[in-house]
T-cell receptor
Framework: GENVEQHPSTLSVQEGDSAVIKCTYS??????FPWYKQELGKGPQLIID?????GEKKDQRIAVTLNKTAKHFSLHITETQPEDSAVYFC??????????????FGQGTTLQVKP | GAGVSQSPSNKVTEKGKDVELRCDPI?????LYWYRQRLGQGLEFLIY????????KSGLPSDRFSAERTGESVSTLTIQRTQQEDSAVYLC???????????FGPGTRLTVL
């Protein structure tokens, strides 16, 4: 089955710096890769996602890159702000008409942005 | 509009007791998922519903765990004879049909003493 590895487990940056979180996946059939942000005591919230027919996607300060050959994808946050502090999870899924679309998650990265 | 809701938000129980956790998905979302999140860990898939059927139960850890969904809406996750290792946050997510985004509820924190 699918396995997702995420690094680093913790990341501390100064406000205004960039943060990068990396994930690798094992199942080459996976075609959907979302990133979730989880704040304390809350459920995960989708912040950006990418499908396997695209190599990069941007949304303001957030970008995700996908390398299908190497089976890895990364989250890039630029100009970090204290409110970006949270736990970030990557996930992989094989989404098609007859498939469950269940998400396989990485272990999470705790991002701390110091003011 | 209303998001995914779960109840209770916290549940403390004694080892050996049964518990029921409830999920109310977003109206119109045909797909519903349950995940478990142990302290400091990622989310583990438990079960998937499409409508009221559960075509994928592969993540349920033992036969003490079961779930049902009725009216293509509310779902209940039941854990029988709870054990301390069942302590975790149980999260529910729903999505509309083929759209890939899963929307998560706030979770139920289960503590088994």
């Amino acid at each position: 089955g699918e396995n997702v590895e995420q690094h680093p487990s913790t990341l501390s940056v100064q406000e205004g710096d960039s943060a990068v979180i990396k994930c690798t996946y094992s199942d080459s059939a996976s075609n959907y890769f979302p990133w979730y942000k989880q704040e304390l005591g809350k459920g995960p919230q989708l912040i950006i996602d990418i499908r396997s027919n695209v190599g990069e996607k941007k949304d303001q300060r957030i970008a995700v890159t996908l390398n299908k050959t190497a089976k890895h994808f990364s989250l890039h946050i630029t100009e970090t702000q204290p409110e970006d502090s949270a736990v970030y999870f990557c996930a992989a899924s094989y989404a098609s008409g007859g498939n469950t679309g269940k998400l396989i998650f990485g272990q999470g990265t705790t991002l701390q942005v110091k003011p | 509009g209303a998001g995914v809701s779960q109840s209770p938000s916290n549940k403390v129980t004694e080892k050996g007791k049964d518990v029921e956790l409830r999920c109310d998905p977003i109206s119109g979302h045909t797909a519903l998922y349950w995940y478990r999140q142990r302290l400091g860990q990622g989310l583990e898939f438990l079960i998937y519903f499409q409508g009221n059927s559960a075509p994928d139960k592969s993540g349920l850890p033992s036969d003490r765990f079961s779930a049902e969904r009725t009216g293509e809406s509310v779902s209940t996750l039941t854990i029988q004879r709870t054990q301390q290792e069942d302590s975790a946050v149980y999260l529910c997510a729903s999505k509309r049909g083929a759209n890939n985004e899963q929307f998560f509820g706030p979770g139920t924190r289960l503590t088994v003493l």
